[in-house]
């Protein structure tokens, strides 16, 4: 057997094992979803007001019947978030007999955009029109009407006490009980003032983190409920008065009656804002709630919890999901078609001098630098760039407001990189030996157009691959929020419409990680390391700049982009895989343009899938 065929059978082997092990972690993750089979997930779709639409998951237990209805929750996620991104607490609901239907808010996941450029306030997101419906149907005769709830996190937990004041508004119009029996809003305290916690005729829980970066907003300017005008606004609104006025609130304590629908509780989890969710103790606070107000007695204690384990299998499938597409890439480069494209490896950049080692590390510092301070001013001038996005306004022109800001980001930095690179070797590489056939960057234009092919051949089997495990398992590869969602055929247009720009970066990229970190007797895993840290330290440096501030100060460094700051927790871990990817597929080609294409194609359509998208309905 030459090595060739040996090589081959490798790939084979190792995407069949790949392939396996998607399959058996998403069944896994399925297994744990439908809580062993006695909860049915499945997706529903809703048609609400002006043409509008929601999609959502509903997670029925199978003791919720005609017999025996259950308590209705309804989950918002919050801003650039999806129903899978509180699937956790679906989970663990329904494992306690509750109904969920977790909703993709208004212009999030596959639900529509909405007529209304404030949804989150006017409309829950979406939520509030699930609720009407909820209770006013006959259809779903195995949920108790009575009981129906709502929470939510950050602009989500917005929407929950929105809908409390909402339907706690129709409720003194008919004089009937408010159709939300319960709210539980995490993360987002702005709304409890007293304009809205007036109309509010229902249980209330609010669980906020110690140390959210978005507290400088708050009226005290820090986290800390105790004394918090909010909280203590909160627990001050009982009805009738069962407390008097308090100054300080003790956590976790709970003030007023279910039965008078006013009970009031307030958490305060030592935690970061986008961590919230996923934190065991805040889920357990908001299990707690739920099992007081609608007087549940599970057999499971709040800290009996399996999400993380969920979690972890559609990480796993995630990863192997994307160790894929290099197997897969190198059977391809096998058929007729593909094989012009096997070229061989060119060979490595001499090992630098000390003033090469120089010059390396003064660019690699330079490149981080302008990484990082020039993130949040183009994020600043994607909402002058992009108005009608930026004002949640529908349009059809790069209508996705925060990858608005990471593309101008990805532009610029990927032209700053080709310019550096370009002067590099103008100045010092071609004096030292460097030839521009080390690169891999000759070509032409029928090679990039078959390269081209075989970007989007892969890229349609990592999203087949995709459909067929959501289709039969109804999970998707994520890990919290970083994740690949199944995507609508709308978003091709809008993949035509971002990647091409998007791809300026992503080719930076791969010449430089193949261009100019590929040394002579330097081995593969440190050279491959060093691109990854190469790739991140600029947006790495944004995150400590941000926190190190915080620490000190009590309040984050950039106060009106701390959102954008907040996204770069899911684009960082792909930033640092890039260059693996982009040096793999260069020493199966032998060229720089396979690797961008295809991440190009695969991480913008991740991105695409999982964030605001103001598309006309």
């Known amino acids: 057997m ?8 490798r790939s084979r082997r190792f995407l069949l094992l790949l392939v396996m092990v998607v399959v058996l972690a998403s069944l896994a993750a399925s297994y744990l979803q439908r809580s062993g089979g006695q909860v049915a ?43 899978e991104t509180l699937s956790n607490l679906s989970l663990e609901l329904s494992r306690r007999g509750v109904v969920v239907i977790a909703i993709d808010p208004y212009a999030q996941g596959t639900s529509s955009s909405s007529m209304s450029r404030r949804a989150a306030t006017t409309e829950g997101y979406g939520m509030f029109a699930v609720v009407s419906y909820a209770h006013d149907t006959p259809n779903l005769n195995y949920i108790d009407r009575e009981r129906i709830a709502a929470t939510g996190h950050s602009a989500g937990g917005n929407a929950a006490i929105r809908g409390a004041s909402f339907f706690g508004k129709q409720a003194n119009k008919t004089d009937e009980p408010s159709k939300l029996h319960s709210v539980f809003v995490s993360g987002y305290v702005l709304t409890l003032t007293d304009k809205v916690l007036r109309d509010v005729r229902c249980n209330v829980g609010v669980s906020y983190a110690l140390y959210d970066e978005g507290a400088y907003r708050n009226e005290l300017k820090h986290g800390d409920m105790r004394r918090a005008p909010e909280a203590l606004r909160l627990i001050n609104s009982t009805r009738p008065r069962v407390v008097t006025d308090l100054n300080e609130i003790e956590l976790g304590h709970y003030y007023g009656s279910t039965a008078d629908r ?4 307030v958490y305060n989890e030592p935690v970061l804002h986008p961590f919230q969710p996923y934190d065991r103790v805040a889920t357990a606070n908001q299990l707690k709630f739920f099992e007081t107000v609608f007087d549940l007695d599970p057999d499971l204690e709040v800290t009996d919890q399996v999400w993380y384990w969920k979690e972890l299998l559609t990480l796993l499938s995630l990863t192997a999901a994307m160790l894929a597409l290099v197997p897969a890439a190198h059977l391809l480069l096998q058929l007729e078609y593909f094989q012009p494209l096997v070229h061989p490896l060119p060979e490595p950049l ?27 001013p183009l994020a600043e001038l994607s909402q002058q760039l992009f108005v009608a996005a930026s004002s949640r306004q529908q349009t ?40 521009k056939e080390m690169w891999g960057a000759v070509s032409s234009l029928l090679e990039l157009r ?60 791969s ?6 970190m590929r040394f002579k007797g330097q081995d593969e895993w440190k050279s491959m390391l060093l691109a990854g840290i190469a790739n991140t330290a600029g947006l790495v440096l944004i995150v400590m700049v941000q926190y190190t501030v915080y620490a000190l100060t009590g309040t984050v460094h950039w106060t009106d982009g701390w959102l954008y700051v907040n996204l770069l927790f899911g684009v960082v871990p792909m930033m640092f895989v890039l260059p693996y990817f982009n040096r793999y597929f260069f020493r ?22 999982n964030t605001v998208c103001y598309i006309p309905l």
């Open 396 to 435: 059809w022109f790069f209508p996705q407001r925060m990858n608005n800001a990471v593309l101008l980001w990805a532009v610029f930095n990927g032209s700053v990189g080709l310019l550096i690179f370009a002067a590099t070797h103008h100045f010092y590489g071609r004096k030292h030996g460097i030839r």
């Open 588 to 609: 199966l080609t032998g060229r720089i343009y396979l690797g961008p294409m295809t991440t190009c194609l695969v991480f913008v359509m991740i991105l695409l899938s």
């Open 450 to 509: 078959r390269t081209l092919v075989l970007a989007i051949v892969l890229f349609l089997f990592f999203f087949l691959l995709l459909f067929g495990i959501y289709y039969f398992f109804h999970v998707d590869y994520r890990f919290v929020f970083l994740g690949s969602r199944v995507f609508q055929a709308r978003l091709v247009f809008l993949l035509l419409m971002y990647a091409p720009l998007f791809f300026v970066f992503f080719l930076s990229n």
């Open 262 to 265: 006013n009970l009031r509780v």
């Open 350 to 376: 001499p090992k630098p001098d000390a003033k090469g080692k120089g010059i390396f590390w003064g660019l690699f510092t330079l490149s981080a630098c302008i990484a990082c301070f020039s993130y949040i």
């Open 2 to 9: 030459n090595h060739a065929t040996e090589s081959t059978q």
């Open 41 to 83: 997930v499945m997706g529903i779709k809703i048609p609400t007001q002006n043409g509008q639409w929601l999609t959502a998951d509903l997670f029925k237990p199978k003791t919720a019947t005609l017999e025996n209805p259950a308590p209705l929750v309804i989950v918002v996620p919050g801003f650039q978030r999806s129903k």
């Open 511 to 516: 010449l430089r990680v193949n261009g100019a």
